[in-house]
């Protein structure tokens, strides 16, 4: 089975506080894995590790077997990492076509950011492969409305789409069901899975525990930036040193719903 992601032993500390300790972890082709842990344990570190945002202290990051450690965030994108944030960060003063675009275009220029050269402006074969997504994932007739009018649900799922039209095959979700009623995360898990049929391989930062049961097939815990666990959600569930991080916590009942 083809290795999508590989961190390799990857460490990073801050002012002398460690806050992601040799971490290894393998994720395969369309696989979805949850990283879970208490607030603090270096989730969202691991995030900004893996998409070029932090450099390493040590270890390795390969992606599709490429090894990626030393390459900015940008050439990053061009490899295929995409990267969803809790807060959608669309511009919602454009269509959804024009949001869709905009993704296309910094994916094409490879910078990552709103500088990239005006030379590379969107093509028609853009916005057709925007229509053909939008239709593939139940939003046709989106494409005309701006963003700021959507409901929450269907913006993140737009976000979603945005995040295939770079050509992403990781993607790297943190808290996607934040702030969604049953209904728009269960068009979410949905809309994923479809993902996954589509060879997406799905990291997921969630402390939904339904969420990660019904989407994801993997689930790693951190504690302090070092992974304690691993398994199905129910594995960890019953480790004793994963019910030991979350003991006075607020996050206790959530990992034990």
């Known amino acids: 089975m083809t290795m999508a992601l590989v961190l ?12 992601v300790d040799n971490l290894d ?13 208490p607030n603090g344990a270096g989730k969202t570190t691991v995030f900004n590790l893996i998409s070029g945002i932090y450099p390493l202290d ?14 900015s965030s940008g050439r990053r994108i061009r490899a295929g990492v995409a990267r969803s944030f809790q ?19 910094l994916q094409a220029s490879g910078v990552g950011t709103l500088l ?48 295939t039209l770079t050509g992403a ?33 799905l990291v997921v930062i969630e402390h939904d525990m339904g969420f990660i049961e019904r989407a994801c097939d993997h689930v790693v815990v951190l504690n302090f930036g070092a992974k304690i666990a691993e398994g199905t959600l129910a594995q960890v569930q019953r480790n004793p040193l994963v019910q030991q991080a979350y003991i006075g916590t607020t996050a206790q009942q959530e990992v034990m719903a």
Request: no cysteine.
């Open 116 to 163: 990239a050269p005006f030379r590379l402006m969107p093509h028609n074969r853009w916005r057709e492969a925007a229509r053909e997504a939008l239709e593939t994932y139940d939003l046709t007739g989106m494409e005309n409305k701006p963003v700021g009018a959507l409901p929450y649900g269907i913006r993140k799922r737009v976000d979603l789409v945005r995040a």
């Open 87 to 105: 807060n959608v960060r669309l511009m919602p003063y454009l269509s959804v076509m024009d949001n869709l675009l905009l993704g296309q275009h």
């Open 8 to 19: 390799d032993n990857i460490t990073k500390s801050f002012h002398q506080n460690r806050v």
């Open 58 to 71: 040590q270890g390795r990051i390969y992606i599709d077997g490429t090894d990626v450690t030393n390459i």
């Open 169 to 201: 095959r990781l993607l790297l979700l943190d808290e996607p069901a934040a702030g969604l009623n049953p209904s728009e995360t269960n068009a979410l898990r949905q809309h994923l899975d479809r993902m996954r049929i589509d060879g997406m391989t």
């Open 25 to 37: 972890l393998t994720v395969h082709q369309g696989q979805a894995i949850a990283l879970i842990g």
